[in-house]
């Protein structure tokens, strides 16, 4: 059973750095599912979901959301099956509760699916959020 869990979340101050991780278990790679794109979702109170950053298993080929980008580098490391999501020059906007996602359609992964408002729909697996709080 696929399963994702986030951790790393917490409270800084602004200007401040976390990084946050995401355990994969579960999740076959095999001839009819040869790649897995996992993402980073953030919500704040009384907001849309909103796509961060999302990365290919494959390739390392990465997407960011253009109010990260800069800042925020998403990396993985396929052999411990953890994806991470390092935050530098945290804004009290960034205060949010951050969701890892999964999908075994790589696609996602990319600036034309991004653009989607149903984006984050289109995501199989989900983890149970980590909460991110940056103080001003």
């Known amino acids: 059973e696929e399963r994702l869990v986030e951790s790393g979340g917490g409270l800084v101050d602004a200007g401040g750095s976390l990084r946050l991780s995401c355990a994969a278990s579960?999740?076959?790679?095999?001839?009819?599912?040869?790649?897995?794109?996992i993402a980073w979702f953030r919500q704040a109170p009384g907001k849309e979901r909103e796509g961060v950053s999302c990365?290919?298993?494959?390739?390392?080929?990465?997407y960011y959301a253009d109010s990260v980008k800069g800042r925020f580098t998403i990396s993985n490391d396929n052999a411990k099956n953890l994806v991470y999501l390092q935050m530098n020059s945290l804004k009290p906007e960034d205060t949010a509760v951050y969701y890892c996602?999964?999908?075994?359609?790589?696609?996602?992964?990319?600036?034309?699916?991004?653009?989607?408002?149903?984006?984050?729909?289109?995501?199989?697996?989900w983890g149970q959020g980590t909460q991110v709080t940056v103080s001003s």
């Open positions: 990365i290919r298993r494959s390739d390392g080929s990465t």
């Open positions: 579960g999740f076959t790679i095999d001839d009819y599912t040869d790649d897995l794109t």
């Open positions: 996602a999964a999908d075994y359609y790589a696609e996602y992964c990319s600036t034309t699916y991004s653009r989607r408002a149903d984006w984050s729909r289109l995501y199989d697996y």
